[in-house]
């Protein structure tokens, strides 16, 4: 959208948009995806990441690798990147679910490079409230006193 002869562009970013102004003087190109306003369902999302878990290229379904063993640890990103992690999750721990690796055994590690450690809420946030109550989340820390 031009105003006063600059243009403001918007952009998404988390669960907000955001807009800024571009000076007419400054060169611009703008591009556009022919799909960027296609919103999909989290249940098509969820339908998707199943399908994706139980037709795997070039490799065992995860639920087959899981059967091997006793434990498994989930590594997620933190707060400040976008990911549906509570989707993933859900297709993840039915997965490993069903090779017979219990809740118990299974701990979610929030990958926070030099972040810093989240709150529970915010823990609770990322993962839903549900997984927070079935699951061990912790924060990973890169420093030595940890």
Do not use: W
């Not at 970013?13 to 989290?42: C, M, Q, W």
């Not at 379904?61 to 400040?80: F, M, R, T, W």
């Not at 859900?90 to 679910?97: D, G, I």
């Amino acid at each position: 959208m031009r105003q006063g002869g600059s243009f403001i562009p918007t952009l998404r970013y988390g669960h907000r948009t955001v807009s800024f102004k571009v000076p007419a003087n400054l060169p611009l190109d703008e591009i556009t995806y022919r799909h960027a306003d296609t919103v999909i369902a989290p249940e098509e999302s969820l339908r998707r990441i199943r399908t994706a878990l139980d037709q795997p290229i070039g490799s065992p379904q995860l639920k087959q690798i899981a059967a091997e063993h006793q434990a498994a640890v989930i590594l997620i990103p933190d707060g400040s990147r976008l990911s549906p992690s509570p989707l993933l999750l859900k297709a993840l721990l039915e997965q490993l679910n069903a090779a017979g690796i219990a809740d118990e055994a299974i701990d979610i590690v929030v990958a926070l490079g030099v972040h810093r450690k989240h709150t529970p809420e915010e823990l609770r946030t990322l993962v839903s409230c549900e997984i927070y109550q079935r699951i061990r989340v912790h924060n990973h820390s890169c420093l030595p006193e940890d």
